[in-house]
């Protein structure tokens, strides 16, 4: 607008001089409202071009600021995305070599193992090596065919015969092995095969275990039946079964039989009694025919031969198996009986009938049967038949 109004005053100004000679004052008065008009027009376009500028110094500085603002965005995004990417590639690296150093040290271990299991079987190889060598070059040797011949050979060398672990080798039998030998009660000569006294051996077991003998000989255990009929079996022999009972209130008693053997494994181990003597009653024959327990085979928990075929009645129950009405024990049952003393030591609880504890039924007070905690049977060489 100012460029515009220089223009005008440039084409105008030759004829306002001219009007100005001529002398005429009219024309005068005319030429300042004319300028004072162009004064108006000069100050507001001024005013217009100044708002003009405004803007223009204004819309610059935005559309800059903009810009920068989205390439500084562009570049933060940038490096955050290069920082993601490089703690991605380290934390790869740092996962791939602990897994590595895992790995050497599951190597070396394994190693190791290996290295010790050869050490020990070869260790368990040179200690079987040496026990055959040992036992090839030096047998052992047996104190005699039973404690009873033990104590008559023992006796012409020392004054005292101490009772404990002896070895034994029956006449007509193939091995030797250990017993244990009472040599202070009544006499001497016993050899335990049987002891109950603190039930921390248990004598729920199978058929094979009673033929073989479990437990330990110093403490409770039973020697085995097939031990036992080697014994009870030698030529010219007779053996005496003797049974000591205590009861929970330390009383004792005892059952003896002049006369016991074993048949053979074919014939079950069947038992035969002789004279019973005595003050604990003879509860292997009991009081009838049906509670006789003399001549029964022997019976366990998987080998059934106690007469009761398919079962039998026993105080109004009905019974299939006296190894099971007894705890699961082994035993020379017939109708189940009046004795068992391979029963638990302990007086626990009867649980539907069954009878659990050690059985020696005709020992009585009051006429209500003894509970027995402790129980040894032993058998001693009585006589020789020549």
């Given at each position: 607008?100012?460029?515009?109004?220089?223009?005008?005053?440039?084409?105008?100004?030759?004829?306002?001089?001219?009007?100005?000679?001529?002398?005429?004052?009219?024309?005068?008065?005319?030429?300042?409202?004319?300028?004072?008009?162009?004064?108006?027009?000069?100050?507001?376009?001024?005013?217009?071009?100044?708002?003009?500028?405004?803007?223009?110094?204004?819309?610059?500085?935005?559309?800059?600021?903009?810009?920068?603002?989205r390439d500084e965005k562009h570049s933060i995004c940038g490096q955050l995305q290069q920082?993601?990417?490089?703690?991605?590639?380290?934390?790869?690296?740092?996962?791939?070599?602990?897994?590595?150093?895992?790995?050497?040290?599951?190597?070396?271990?394994?190693?190791?193992?290996?290295?010790?299991?050869?050490?020990?079987?070869?260790?368990?190889?040179?200690?079987?090596?040496?026990?055959?060598?040992?036992?090839?070059?030096?047998?052992?040797?047996?104190?005699?065919?039973?404690?009873?011949?033990?104590?008559?050979?023992?006796?012409?060398?020392?004054?005292?015969?101490?009772?404990?672990?002896?070895?034994?080798?029956?006449?007509?039998?193939?091995?030797?092995?250990?017993?244990?030998?009472?040599?202070?009660?009544?006499?001497?000569?016993?050899?335990?095969?049987?002891?109950?006294?603190?039930?921390?051996?248990?004598?729920?077991?199978?058929?094979?275990?009673?033929?073989?003998?479990?437990?330990?000989?110093?403490?409770?255990?039973?020697?085995?039946?097939?031990?036992?009929?080697?014994?009870?079996?030698?030529?010219?022999?007779?053996?005496?079964?003797?049974?000591?009972?205590?009861?929970?209130?330390?009383?004792?008693?005892?059952?003896?039989?002049?006369?016991?053997?074993?048949?053979?494994?074919?014939?079950?181990?069947?038992?035969?009694?002789?004279?019973?003597?005595?003050?604990?009653?003879?509860?292997?024959?009991?009081?009838?025919?049906?509670?006789?327990?003399?001549?029964?085979?022997?019976?366990?928990?998987?080998?059934?031969?106690?007469?009761?075929?398919?079962?039998?009645?026993?105080?109004?129950?009905?019974?299939?198996?006296?190894?099971?009405?007894?705890?699961?024990?082994?035993?020379?049952?017939?109708?189940?009986?009046?004795?068992?003393?391979?029963?638990?030591?302990?007086?626990?609880?009867?649980?539907?009938?069954?009878?659990?504890?050690?059985?020696?039924?005709?020992?009585?007070?009051?006429?209500?049967?003894?509970?027995?905690?402790?129980?040894?049977?032993?058998?001693?060489?009585?006589?020789?038949?020549?």
């Amino acid at each position: 607008m100012m460029w515009t109004t220089t223009v005008l005053m440039l084409l105008l100004g030759p004829h306002l001089l001219s009007s100005t000679d001529t002398g005429s004052s009219s024309d005068l008065n005319q030429s300042e409202t004319v300028n004072e008009d162009f004064s108006d027009a000069s100050v507001k376009g001024q005013k217009l071009l100044g708002a003009a500028k405004s803007r223009d110094t204004c819309s610059i500085p935005c559309d800059i600021t903009v810009k920068l603002l989205r390439d500084e965005k562009h570049s933060i995004c940038g490096q955050l995305q290069q920082s993601l990417l490089t703690f991605g590639r380290n934390t790869r690296k740092l996962i791939r070599d602990v897994m590595e150093e895992q790995q050497r040290a599951l190597d070396i271990l394994s190693s190791q193992v290996t290295e010790l299991m050869t050490k020990v079987q070869t260790l368990s190889s040179e200690v079987q090596r040496s026990n055959t060598e040992m036992y090839s070059i030096k047998p052992v040797q047996s104190h005699g065919q039973d404690c009873s011949d033990i104590k008559d050979n023992l006796l012409s060398v020392v004054p005292k015969i101490p009772s404990g672990i002896y070895i034994v080798h029956p006449e007509n039998t193939d091995s030797s092995f250990e017993v244990f030998c009472e040599m202070d009660y009544m006499g001497g000569g016993w050899t335990v095969m049987q002891r109950r006294t603190d039930g921390l051996t248990d004598f729920k077991r199978p058929w094979a275990a009673y033929v073989d003998g479990f437990g330990n000989l110093a403490g409770e255990h039973w020697l085995g039946l097939r031990k036992v009929f080697h014994i009870v079996n030698q030529k010219d022999t007779r053996f005496q079964l003797h049974i000591a009972l205590v009861s929970h209130d330390d009383v004792t008693t005892y059952a003896s039989y002049d006369d016991f053997q074993l048949d053979n494994e074919t014939e079950f181990f069947s038992i035969h009694l002789g004279r019973y003597a005595g003050s604990a009653g003879d509860a292997f024959r009991g009081y009838d025919q049906d509670q006789n327990q003399d001549t029964a085979p022997f019976s366990a928990s998987d080998v059934d031969n106690d007469g009761c075929n398919p079962s039998c009645s026993i105080d109004n129950r009905t019974v299939e198996s006296c190894s099971t009405q007894h705890n699961q024990t082994g035993w020379w049952f017939n109708q189940c009986g009046l004795a068992n003393l391979n029963g638990c030591p302990k007086d626990e609880e009867q649980n539907q009938g069954l009878r659990t504890h050690i059985l020696w039924d005709t020992w009585r007070q009051n006429g209500v049967p003894h509970i027995i905690k402790s129980v040894t049977m032993k058998v001693r060489r009585i006589a020789t038949n020549n």
